[in-house]
C-alpha cells in the first residue's frame, strides 16, 4: 500500500458541476468574503458532542447529554462523524485520494494522505492538492481499535486532510479516542513517573493517610536529619530524589 495510488471513483464525478465547480441543486452557504463556507455545510445529522465535555455540559444545560443539542454546543465541544467528512469531500469534489503509510510497526502507524481536488472558483479554476498524517498507536487508541492501527491512521489522515483543506477546526471523530484521552489525562495527573521511586513514595504516602502538603510538613518536623535534600523546596513528589524517595518509602513502612 506504500506506493500504491488509489483512485476513488465516488458519486461526486456523477454530479453536474457548474461554472463555478459547485454541484448544481446543492445549497451552499458562503462567507462574506464569497467563499463556501464549509463549516456551515456539515449536515448537522452528523455532528455529535463530544462526551469529554460531558459533566460540564450537563451542569450547564441542567439536562442529560442526550437531550442537549448540538445546535447549542460550541464548535469546540462537538465532533463529525466519518459520513460527514467522506460528504463534505463529495461536495467539494475530488480526483484522486493517496493515502501512503510512512511508518508502521506493532505500536504505532503512520499515515499520510494526498487528495488532489479538482477546480472551483476558490482556486481560480486550478487542480490543488492537499495532505495530512494521521497516526495511531497504543497511546492515543484503546480496546479492539488497538488491533486496526493502519486502519485508524488512515482514517485520521484523511479527515484532517479534508478538514484543514476546507478550513472547518470541528474535530473529526476518528481524530480521537475518548478512552485514551481519559488514560492520558490521568496519568497527566500525576507529576511523577509511573514507576519511578517518586511513584512508589507517592502510592506510600497515600497509603499512610498523607497528601503531599500534610506529608511535606510530617517531614519538615520529622525527617530532615535523615534525607540529603531540602524539603521546604519541594513543590511536589517529583522533586524529591530518587534517593532520598527509597528512605522516605522506608520510613513509612516503619511507621516512623
Known amino acids: 500500500m506504500n506506493e500504491e495510488i488509489i483512485n476513488l471513483k465516488t458519486k461526486a464525478k456523477f454530479f453536474k458541476r457548474n461554472e463555478l465547480g459547485l454541484i448544481e441543486g446543492v445549497e451552499y452557504k458562503f462567507r462574506e468574503d464569497g467563499t463556501v463556507d464549509w463549516r456551515a455545510m456539515v449536515n448537522p445529522a452528523y455532528l455529535v458532542i463530544n462526551k469529554s465535555y460531558e459533566s460540564s455540559l450537563v451542569k450547564r444545560f441542567l439536562k442529560p447529554l442526550n437531550e442537549i443539542k448540538v445546535s447549542e454546543v460550541e464548535d469546540n465541544k462537538l465532533l463529525i462523524l466519518l459520513q460527514g467528512v467522506k460528504e463534505l469531500a463529495i461536495l467539494r469534489g475530488y480526483s484522486k485520494i493517496q493515502p501512503k503509510v510512512d511508518y508502521i510497526s ?27 498524517v494521521g497516526s495511531a498507536s497504543l497511546d492515543n487508541t484503546s480496546g479492539f481499535g488497538q488491533m486496526y492501527l493502519e486502519a485508524i491512521a488512515t482514517n485520521r489522515a484523511f479527515v484532517r486532510a479534508v478538514r484543514n483543506f476546507l478550513g472547518i477546526n470541528v474535530l473529526a471523530n476518528d481524530e480521537i479516542d475518548a478512552k485514551a484521552t481519559e488514560k492520558f489525562l490521568a496519568k497527566k495527573e500525576s507529576p511523577v513517573a509511573q514507576h519511578s521511586p517518586q511513584a512508589v513514595l507517592e502510592k506510600a504516602v497515600e497509603h499512610a493517610g498523607f497528601n503531599f502538603e500534610s506529608f511535606k510538613a510530617r517531614a519538615l518536623e520529622a525527617y530532615s536529619d535523615k534525607i540529603t535534600g531540602k524539603i521546604s523546596e519541594w513543590k511536589d513528589l517529583s522533586s524529591v530524589s530518587p534517593k532520598d524517595a527509597f528512605i522516605l518509602i522506608d520510613l513509612l513502612k516503619k511507621g516512623k
Do not use: R, Y
Request: proline share 7%; no cysteine; glycine share 8%.
Open 106 to 132: 506493532n505500536e504505532k502507524a503512520v499515515v499520510s494522505t494526498q487528495i488532489e481536488w479538482i477546480p472551483n472558483f476558490e482556486t481560480s479554476g486550478s487542480p490543488i492538492s492537499f495532505g495530512d
